[in-house]
């Protein structure tokens, strides 16, 4: 178990490193630039999560093959990614949406919280890369705008069913994989069909 | 003394989450915009003070109450309040102001720390809430504007005179209302006759 | 050892709030503005990285003259400064980056963590004071900047040659400023040459 959640953990990160960095050059950053904004994309949510659960040192600190990993992905992108097809983009962003609020809620219940902070927690995980990257960007988070696609609600609906699927004491393995690919198709299926949520 | 505690926490939070979803509606965002921006107003300023101070998890992690309690009001305040009365929301400011500078100050002081951090962390639970809001709405922190009224200056004198009643041990109760009543006070007055700081 | 840090900790705290709050000036900011931006620039990268580290309380709630210490210089600076010479400005802000990056690094190894996290942590520990002061700011760091000389590979680069000292059993002291003297003078010879880092 530990090990699957350290292999998710390096699908994810890597997938949100290489957004990370492909970002920063739209808006002419250097390298340090896009390393930075590389790290922060894929280390924040969890980072952010490890915090406000008091999970200190933070999950990347005691591994330093995520903090090389994701160095050598962010000068890989920022210096030889030029045809990366962007639907490749979107299906690694996906990934890494699903695998993260799934880990955020994981964790949370291992320390016996509440199952409806479980669920937050597995959004804030899920979205907060991301929202930190444009925050270092200067742009209102794309996830809060209303021509958006759902994204943070993918998350908040695969995190319930893979909190309700723990209640009824399904299989750990399985009621993970089953999040994780609700949120993923999801996803996918929002951004085909272009779904939104109602304005006020 | 905790249950007291913790009716303040919900006021400040309700009130806060108010003027967050407002806010999201202005930037045109969606709901899960104006749900974040809510959560961020509201445990902000809380979530910043227990993170500096080692008190994790964070105080909404162990009262799931809050988390409910923001995401209804959330919802409801983006998409069935059309006609808030300016006034009914200044005061709700007010009141999350006072109450939580208090309670930044008294959770410092509980650890035994210096009053002189005490103060800061009063200042900075009063007004980080607001600080997070603007930055997520990527615009400079009202507070810090020359235009502004006095903001974080009344959280600051109100948690001042609040330190010192506890060192002439006054009952705790009783510094704690004046401290948030003088805040609260203070910053209606301020607004009513737009008292601003010096320039350089 | 510890009283070396100590003072080390000042200088580079007090440089470091200097510069925050004169920056505060340039976008019209009262002295709350100017005192929370010297205090972001001057406390941020110790409390980012005690808060990833989870050294908490951070560092200056422990120490109370640094509150003090960096609200005085907040104040003189906001009111007082005004023929500052942009030399003494640039000489400043290397000393801060020099020191916070060794200091970031050294907690890092205290800690029994990996040098490799050490080296991030020290460049965070350098960097992210400006970070946060541009965020607040809402402008994109200037760190992150192309057209910018090079500012966080001076911190990579002397924190990199501190962690090979160490590795090495060279004297503590030896080494922490031979990596600060490193930086420092890396990030004057950069501006100087107008160093920068190579495009994608």
Redesign the interface.
């Known amino acids: 178990m530990d090990e699957l959640i350290r292999i998710l953990t390096y699908v994810a990160v890597i997938a949100s490193a290489v957004s990370g960095a492909l970002e ?2 739209k ?7 896009a390393t ?2 590389a ?1 922060v994309t894929a280390f924040g949510g969890g ?1 952010v999560r490890d ?4 999970r ?3 999950f ?3 591994d ?1 093959g995520l ?2 990993t994701t160095l050598i992905v962010a000068f890989v992108s ?2 030889r990614l030029n045809l990366v097809s962007n639907n490749l983009l979107i299906v690694a962003d996906a990934i890494g949406l699903g695998i993260f609020s799934i880990l955020g809620a994981t964790y ?1 219940l291992q ?1 016996n ?2 199952p ?2 479980a669920i ?2 597995g959004v804030v995980t899920g979205i907060f890369g991301g ?1 930190l990257r444009d ?7 794309n ?4 021509s ?1 696609e759902l ?3 993918c998350s908040f609906v695969g995190t319930v069913i893979f909190i309700l699927l723990n209640a009824l004491h399904v299989n750990t393995v399985f009621a993970s994989f089953t999040g994780a690919a609700i949120i993923f198709i999801m996803r996918l299926l929002a951004l085909r069909f272009k779904m ?5």
Do not use: E, H, K
Request: aromatic share 12%.
């Open positions: 920063a050059r808006y002419n950053m250097d390298i340090v630039g930075t904004i790290y980072t915090l406000l659960l008091g200190t040192p933070v990347w600190v005691g330093p903090t090389v920022f210096y949370t320390l919280l509440s409806i902070v937050l927690m929202v925050l270092l960007c200067i742009r209102i988070p996830v809060f705008g209303q958006n994204y943070a609600t939104t949520l109602p304005s006020p």
